[in-house]
């Protein structure tokens, strides 16, 4: 029996290496991004820290994304989140594999010892079937030899973030988190599928923070920009 070939997700040509899921062609052509802080993501004149993160830092050490929020990613994003298009995760999370080692060769990064991912509420990854994040994270923490762990739950039940105002984030989030192993001394990449405000990661970042944790580095497919 012929076994069918692997196509690129974007050109729809045969792929080389199934699992790269882009050829090198569509590789180098996703959208650029511009300079970004190397701490919060967001645009900045310079590869060093924003004024905004000198003024008032974050409570994590760095963020690296693939993209902001336009296609093809969040095209990609919306279909691992909302059309159960799973096939996607492999792709994907190396995508966000090659930005963290182009960042590890150009920043004295610390060794990633624990991958944890965003949370959903049992009831949200009922309805899903599963976690977006997790489906990121598994992978990567095996490509970068440290562990995985559940071990971040979302205790309270809310609105979803996508559909809140900046303010009403952070109103929605308080409490909503639990951390459920010991952290102290590790060095964490927290995984999400996209950071816009960045309430979420904080809020669970500052959880890990109290208990001990040595770095936190986030790591997004998408950063709105």
């Not at 559909?163 to 409490?175: M, V």
């Not at 909503?176 to 590790?186: I, K, Q, S, Y």
């Not at 964490?188 to 979420?200: A, Y």
Request: glycine share 6%.
């Amino acid at each position: 029996m012929l076994s069918i070939p692997a196509l690129c997700w974007l050109c729809r040509l045969p792929l080389h290496i199934a699992a790269h899921g882009l050829c090198s062609s569509c590789l180098r052509q996703l959208p650029p991004l511009p300079p970004l802080c190397p701490c919060c993501g967001l645009p900045a004149s310079s590869a060093q820290p924003c004024g905004r993160c000198i003024r008032r830092p974050p409570p994590w050490h760095g963020l690296v994304c693939v993209s902001d929020y336009v296609p093809p990613l969040s095209d990609w994003v919306q279909q691992l989140k909302f059309s159960r298009v799973t096939a996607l995760r492999v792709m994907l999370a190396r995508l966000l594999l090659l930005k963290l080692l182009t960042k590890r060769r150009h920043e004295l990064l610390p060794r990633i010892d624990l991958v944890l991912s965003v949370p959903l509420h049992r009831r949200r990854a009922w309805q899903r079937g599963y976690n977006q994040a997790a489906l990121l994270a598994r992978p990567l923490a095996h490509w970068l030899g440290c562990d995985y762990r559940e071990a971040v739950r979302r205790v309270r039940y809310g609105a979803a973030q996508h559909a809140l105002s900046a303010s009403a984030r952070k109103k929605n989030l308080r409490g909503a988190f639990r951390l459920e192993m010991p952290v102290r001394g590790r060095h964490i990449l927290l995984i999400d599928d996209v950071v816009t405000t960045g309430s979420t990661v904080a809020q669970i970042s500052h959880l890990l923070l109290a208990q001990g944790a040595a770095s936190i580095q986030i790591g997004c497919l998408c950063r709105t920009l």
